[in-house]
């Protein structure tokens, strides 16, 4: 299957300060990428949709300034936490979607990043 | 919220047993996908099923579809203790052309005793 790269795959911030997660597509073109968020022993939220060269589609109660997604190229989706807060505390996974194909087309998701804010 | 619900949260069988896992959804589809994510780490796709097929099969895993029960279910024959980890339906839901796009289900934590 195809390779979707996520960094970091930790890291621990002060409060108040912005974190930028990473998300690329290895071996493909991404068309569009999604952002997720788990909370511990819960499901994956989806946070947004991210389309390369538009802005990104933000679920429901996601808030658009703090979670700052920019999809600039086809192999990157990136994913800045603004002023991060302990609640904001969290593990952040992408996937990435190069199919258009009605029936459905897996996508690929990253290997997560675990976000602590001290 | 379209996210799934699976059945059971958790489940606690030998090795050898198989494991049945549920999830019921809540809007039309495009498809469903069984998901695992061992403790802390990525996903792993497992096996995805089109809204216009019934069952389908991969090595060890067998995946069910209902659409006028909006259900499906997840057989893993023969466990073994590495197939402990918290496994998860998502579906694709049936609107517009954007592809990829997954609700998840709040997942079943199966662990397998050697």
């Known amino acids: 299957g195809a390779v979707v790269s996520q960094h970091p795959s930790w890291v621990i911030c002060k409060s108040g300060t912005s974190v930028k997660i990473e998300c690329r597509s290895l071996d493909f073109q991404a068309t569009t990428m999604f952002w997720y968020r788990q909370f511990p022993k819960q499901s994956l939220m989806l946070m947004a949709t991210?389309?390369?060269?538009?802005?990104?589609?933000?679920e429901q109660g996601v808030e658009k300034d703090k979670f700052l997604i920019n999809h600039a190229s086809l192999t990157l989706s990136t994913l800045t936490v603004t002023s991060a807060h302990p609640e904001d505390s969290s593990f952040y996974i992408c996937s990435a979607s190069s199919g258009t194909i009605r029936g459905g087309t897996e996508a690929f998701f990253g290997q997560g990043t675990r976000l602590t804010v001290v | 919220s379209q996210q799934g619900e699976e059945d059971p949260q958790a489940l606690s069988i030998q090795e050898g047993e198989n494991a049945t896992m549920n999830c019921s959804y809540k809007?039309?589809?495009?498809?469903l996908q069984w998901y695992r994510q061992n403790s802390g780490r990525g996903l792993v796709h497992l096996i995805l099923i089109r809204s216009n097929e019934r069952e389908k099969h991969s090595g060890r895993l067998r995946v069910t579809l209902d659409t006028s029960k909006k259900s499906s279910s997840l057989l893993i024959t023969a466990s073994r203790a590495a197939d402990t980890a918290s496994y998860f339906c998502?579906?694709?839901?049936?609107?517009?052309?954007?592809?990829?796009?997954?609700?998840f289900g709040r997942g079943t934590q199966l662990t397998v005793w050697p």
């Open positions: 991210s389309n390369e060269g538009s802005k990104a589609t933000y």
């Open positions: 809007t039309s589809i495009n498809n």
């Open positions: 998502a579906t694709d839901p049936d609107r517009g052309s954007t592809l990829g796009r997954l609700y």
